[in-house]
Nanobody, 117 residues
Framework: QRQLVESGGGVVKAGESLRLSCRAS???????????PEWYRQVPGKQREFIAR???????DYADSVKGRFTISRDGSRKVVYLQMNSLKPEDTGVYYC????????WGKGILVTVSS
């Protein structure tokens, strides 16, 4: 049975760090490695916004708002996608979603991140 387990959210102060994880199970490693996982963020009243992407060849893209502070990575052997978030700002507060991990156009349930000033 395919399953996605997300973890790593919480409440931190501005300037601190968090690492989000999105772990897949029920799919084989080659399938996981062929996907292009992404992270998105949503705040109440706003559209979900793209944060980061990592391809099967490990090339990465980032939203301008997080460049230099966030790093997306993947571990094929563990079937996990990470989002390392450093120098967090209050405007980084939101629900973070991993996408395309289990399958293209699949979504996680979301991880709440709250950054206080």
């Amino acid at each position: 049975q395919r399953q996605l387990v997300e973890s790593g959210g919480g409440v931190v102060k501005a300037g601190e760090s968090l690492r989000l994880s999105c772990r897949a199970s029920g799919i084989i490693t080659s399938t996981f490695n062929s996907h292009t996982p992404e992270w998105y963020r949503q705040v109440p009243g706003k559209q979900r916004e793209f944060i980061a992407r990592i391809s099967s060849t490990r090339s990465t893209d980032y939203a301008d708002s997080v460049k230099g502070r966030f790093t997306i990575s993947r571990d094929g052997s563990r079937k996990v996608v990470y989002l390392q978030m450093n120098s967090l700002k209050p405007e980084d507060t939101g629900v973070y979603y991993c996408a395309n991990v289990l399958a293209p156009c699949s979504w996680g349930k979301g991880i709440l991140v709250t950054v206080s000033s």
